[in-house]
């Protein structure tokens, strides 16, 4: 039976993969008093000695015995994609809530099937879309909202950044295409949901990708192939909110020196909006948003103060997270439906799943 929390009891929280979930989510939830990391999981023993000795946790190497542990109310799956969707729909059949990292699996059909066995069992999934939860991100989708542009005509997207630019950084799962690597499956999916969430879905869409750095050094040293994308250049139709279509452009790459970073630009009837940043060392920090309305001056918008953190970390990934947990803990707690969850992560992985179909028959 899916758990359902009292007002006085936290919900037990287990975090499944150590790198993104040990550095990000687990400080994250310390900040959410509806939610208490109780468990650690990891298929290497040694490397979870180490976050159980730094952390206080408990730890599981054996999945079964993850989610058999009376504590465990909900896990966090934070390790690479491809155990993502099996270990995913085992937490699910043993009545877990989720909360998935993205992509939440290698193809949509895998995600629909996620979908189809949480709502069966009313279990909250969360997806870990963060920008939705960055208050610049939240600021732009209220003025979108309010009409500040008038009618979307152009969206211009550039996710241009370095962090697989040294060809000698290792050979990993994100080198490969099967096992969910590439740069539309790191960025993309972030891509299409804030384009979903704040224009509208891809309905249309045109892709090149290319694999700039063909090899790197494996653990001994040895060069592998790598068969995963790190640019994508993509030409899309979106169908927006206000019931029209609009063309954007995409541009993502992993091995961008000196690359711009992430800056999205909308061009309507009214006015033009501009959120981005140039920070490469943090994705999070270093946002600005400008609003140009016809007539008047560009204007640099702050978030309004009901959108603000209380609280911030020098990782800049961590408050939004903890209020993407946040929001998922009033999910589980209530009942509702999560946004983003796995509708929006459907939607997104569709898009992904094209655009890698459409690259690979136009190679």
């Not at 040694?46 to 946790?57: H, I, K, Q, T, W």
């Not at 005509?153 to 962090?163: C, E, F, Y």
């Not at 969910?180 to 249309?204: E, K, N, S």
């Not at 946040?326 to 439906?337: F, L």
Request: hydrophobic share 45%; charged share 20%; aromatic share 6%.
């Amino acid at each position: 039976m899916p758990f359902s929390p009292s007002s006085s009891t936290p919900i037990g929280v287990a975090i499944a993969g150590l790198g993104f979930g040990e550095a990000v989510h687990l400080p994250a939830l310390a900040a959410n008093p509806a939610l208490e990391a109780v468990a650690l999981w990891h298929p290497r023993q040694e490397r979870l000695d180490a976050a159980c000795a730094s952390s206080g946790l408990k730890g599981h190497t054996d999945w079964d015995a993850l989610l058999a542990d009376p504590a465990v109310d909900a896990v966090i799956i934070a390790t690479p994609p491809q155990p993502r969707h099996p270990l995913a729909l085992q937490a699910l059949q043993a009545g877990k809530h989720l909360l998935l990292e993205k992509p939440v699996a290698l193809d949509a059909q895998q995600v629909a099937e996620l979908q189809r066995e949480a709502i069966q069992r009313r279990l909250s999934v969360a997806v870990d879309f963060e920008y939705r939860a960055v208050p610049l991100f939240q600021q732009a989708a209220r003025l979108l909202q309010d009409g500040a542009v008038g009618t979307p005509w152009l969206v211009k997207m550039d996710w241009l950044m370095s962090s697989r630019a040294n060809p000698n950084r290792a050979w990993s799962w994100y080198s490969q295409a099967d096992q969910g690597g590439g740069v539309i499956g790191a960025l993309g999916t972030h891509a299409f949901d804030t384009l979903a969430w704040l224009v509208g879905p891809v309905q249309q869409l045109q892709t090149i990708t290319r694999t700039a750095i063909a090899e790197r050094p494996d653990a001994q040293g040895q060069l592998r192939t790598v068969d995963a994308d790190d640019i994508a250049l993509i030409n899309a139709e979106l169908s927006t909110h206000q019931g029209g279509t609009v063309a954007a452009q995409i541009a993502l790459a992993s091995v961008a020196r000196n690359g711009r970073g992430c800056w999205l630009e909308i061009y309507g009837s009214e006015g033009t909006l501009v959120l981005g940043s140039d920070n490469q060392k943090d994705y999070v920090h270093g946002f600005s948003l400008t609003l140009h309305r016809d007539g008047e001056s560009t204007r640099s918008i702050q978030a309004d103060e009901d959108l603000r953190f209380a609280t911030t970390w020098s990782d800049g990934r961590v408050a939004p997270v903890s209020r993407l947990q946040g929001w998922w803990a009033e999910s589980i707690a209530r009942g509702n439906p999560m946004v983003p969850g796995l509708a929006e992560g459907l939607i997104s992985q569709q898009a992904c799943d094209r655009a890698l179909q459409i690259a690979g028959t136009s190679a």
